[in-house]
């Protein structure tokens, strides 16, 4: 083979940043993410674990969400070796840690509607209560996995 024609052994970081860039844009970021899902739900749920800690787990919806991290981590870590785990598991513990997510948001609105004034004195309450927005984090987690699913594996060819 002539030696024009031969793939270097060794990348430059620029054809790595390209061959990253191809895959993203061609779909092809389904380990990546995968990855990333599992990274972002250990890191959201020692987030929250501190949160309702301080909170002395006065509700005890506050353990659900540590409940349902341990599958979604471990989904997210087999699919990235895996794509069975990344296509079967990874949505199905995705979508629970989701719904999860909007759930804290109803549970952190009524936090905050059953402080004294309740919304009509949204510019103390709002602040001072639950954090309406902070379970969303949960719910972008989980549509991470949910869509690392949907995509394709990096080391796919695109005719599939």
């Known amino acids: 083979m002539r ?8 990348s430059s970081p620029e054809h790595r940043i390209d061959r990253w860039v191809a895959n993203i844009e061609h779909g092809r970021f389904e380990r990546s993410l ?5 990274l972002a739900a250990a890191v959201t749920t020692a987030e929250i674990y ?3 800690y301080r909170a002395s787990f006065g509700n005890k919806m506050m353990w659900s969400p ?3 991290t341990p599958p979604v981590i471990i989904a997210g870590i087999g699919g990235v070796f895996s794509r069975r785990w990344a296509k079967t598991y990874l949505p199905i513990t995705a979508a629970v840690y989701s719904a999860n997510g909007l759930m804290g948001e109803y549970y952190h609105a009524r936090g905050v ?3 004294p004034g309740g919304f009509k004195q949204a510019s103390y309450n709002v ?3 639950p954090p309406i927005m902070a379970p ?5 987690v989980g549509a991470m996995g949910l869509l690392a699913a949907v995509l394709r594996r990096e ?5 599939r």
């Open 66 to 68: 540590i409940i349902v």
């Open 127 to 129: 602040p001072m209560g």
């Open 50 to 52: 501190i949160e309702h």
């Open 136 to 140: 969303g984090l949960m719910t972008i």
């Open 155 to 159: 080391d796919e060819p695109d005719g």
């Open 3 to 10: 030696r024009w024609l031969a793939k270097p052994a060794v």
């Open 113 to 115: 509607a059953r402080r």
């Open 34 to 38: 995968s990855g990333l899902t599992a």
